[in-house]
């Protein structure tokens, strides 16, 4: 299997990779997003043997036929080697790693967050780490992964890459600006490998200082930064798997339609969803849910796609969705366009760039977003995520984080008689307490193993927002 950028220019030879070449990259060289050439096809023979695979052999041996088909420069036995040893009952909490909860008839949950930091980045994120670590063993190469988070991914790239051979981990976060659960998360971390910078300014700085040190690039080149950032082809292709094993829990027989509602931000774990839409898993609707950072909504039902600046950017109590644009959905509109990555390169390279904004309502292949690819959309407020939170509580008895409220919300308002919808659950209620709290007068339930972790003794460098300061000690840290 071959990579291409999505602005690639379709006549000509397009400048195509091996997966372990793209692994360890951020961006094509040309500024596009990679993805296979092709998507491989499943049949409904080869659904029904996955389907065995899962239920007999788990979650780990389903993950290593999915991935197997897009890896092709991995020995067999090792990759299925490191697909068992991420997808764990130890790490994730269940036999199932992604265990189906129905609520009513035919609507569903689909918990992806029992990983180690609560939030379904995990399931990408531990799968990165272990592929991180053989690659660069392989390669006798070592990495400094430099990130800016505001929450889950931090946290989740922290968990995944602690103590891997060959990666450090350097993670700005806006100083004091984090939930305490969350600083807790990250900062109780002792590993050596891992090193939490909090800078004395917000989110922004954060990300303006890792842009600075990229662009840097022979301070990169030198201490050879890397990033795990949403538009990591690896990340969305390790998500690809939940959707299948969504859909076995859900099915009896390859017959069968479902769909799925996700929780959106950067359109990474729905565009897995399109992805396994594209290779033949029979989804009917992919629901996209917005909270009122509505960029996607607005384009699923206008076909505009119109970037928001800061000032239009809110802060919402489901901050994991707080974007002003969507990193990941340049990949969609590539295969909505025909895959014309020159066009791709004018909407996204230059209109973005212009005026910030594009308008596809106009558009027939618009119009295919729902009849072809099945995508709709909707977005939910704050009173919204209250009222879901608060209803299923009380009707069901289980408790969802504000993201997850999200999803519900939406979905309810695309249900399709006879049809499973599947919510995916994007984080556990814990890590956003305050909102639990607001909305059902109690606490929200803890995990034993996260008792009392705002006690334990932190790791953390306080630091002005001073990119000179922060490469100074990257560099102190490689000597
Ligand atoms: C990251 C995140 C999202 C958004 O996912 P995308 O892949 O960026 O669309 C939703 N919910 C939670 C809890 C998250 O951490």
New binding site residues.
């Given amino acids: 299997m071959l990579y291409l950028s999505t602005r690639a220019a379709p006549t000509g030879s397009p400048d195509v990779k091996h997966f372990c070449e793209i692994l360890l990259e951020g961006l094509a060289p040309d500024g596009g997003l990679y993805l296979p050439e092709r998507y491989p096809q499943v049949t409904a023979t080869t659904l029904e043997a996955w389907r065995k695979v899962y239920l007999e052999q788990g979650y780990g041996a389903l993950a290593f036929e999915v991935l197997s088909l897009y890896i092709d420069d991995i020995p067999a036995a090792d990759l299925k080697a490191i697909c068992l040893k991420t997808y764990t009952q130890d790490v994730f909490g269940t036999k199932e790693i992604v265990p189906l909860k129905r609520l009513e008839s035919n609507l569903y949950l689909e918990g992806l967050?029992n990983g180690p930091t609560l939030?379904?980045?995990d399931m990408a994120m531990q799968l990165l780490g272990n592929l991180f670590e053989y690659e660069l063993a392989r390669r006798g190469e070592q990495l400094n992964i430099l990130g800016a988070t505001s929450?889950?991914?931090g946290s989740?790239a922290e968990y995944a890459m602690r103590g891997k051979k060959g990666v450090r981990v350097f993670m700005t976060s806006p100083a004091g600006r984090m939930s305490p659960f969350q600083q807790a998360q990250m900062f109780s971390l002792m590993d050596a490998n891992i090193h939490n910078i909090a800078i004395e300014g917000v989110f922004d700085d954060c990300q303006d200082i890792v842009k600075a040190v990229s662009n840097d690039l022979e301070f990169k080149r030198k201490y050879k930064i890397g990033t795990v950032n949403?538009i990591n082809w690896a990340r969305l292709m390790a998500?690809v798997v939940y959707y299948f094993a969504g859909y076995f829990q859900a099915t009896k027989t390859s017959a069968e339609k479902v769909s799925f509602t996700?929780?959106?931000?950067?359109?990474?774990?729905?565009?897995?969803g399109h992805v396994a839409r594209m290779m033949g898993l029979p989804i009917d609707k992919l629901v996209v849910a917005t909270n009122e950072n509505d960029v996607l909504d607005e384009f699923f039902r206008t076909g505009v796609y119109r970037v928001r600046g800061s000032a239009d950017t809110h802060e919402t109590s489901?901050p994991?969705?707080d974007?002003s644009k969507?990193?990941?959905f340049e990949r969609f509109v590539f295969d909505l366009l025909g895959r014309d990555g020159a066009r791709v390169k004018a909407l996204f390279g230059d209109a973005l760039n212009q005026t910030g904004r594009f308008d596809l309502g106009a558009d027939a292949a618009f119009k295919q977003a729902a009849s072809i690819y099945g995508f709709v959309s909707g977005k939910s407020t704050h009173a919204d995520r209250l009222d879901t939170i608060r209803d299923t509580f009380k009707r069901f008895g289980v408790m969802i984080?504000t993201?997850?409220a999200d999803g519900e919300k939406v979905a309810r308002e695309h249900l399709t008689p006879g049809i499973p919808m599947i919510v995916m659950e994007?984080?556990l209620p814990i890590?956003f307490a305050e909102t639990i709290v607001e909305a059902l007068g109690q606490p929200p339930h803890r995990p034993p193993q996260f008792e009392g972790i705002e006690n334990l003794p932190k790791k953390v460098l306080v630091m002005p927002v001073d990119v000179a300061q922060v490469k100074g000690y990257i560099a102190s840290q490689c000597a």
């Fill in positions: 967050s939030a379904f980045k929450g889950d991914t989740a949403s998500q996700v929780p959106s931000g950067n359109f990474g774990n729905v565009c897995a489901s994991s969705m974007i969507a990193s990941n984080d993201h997850t994007t984080a890590k």
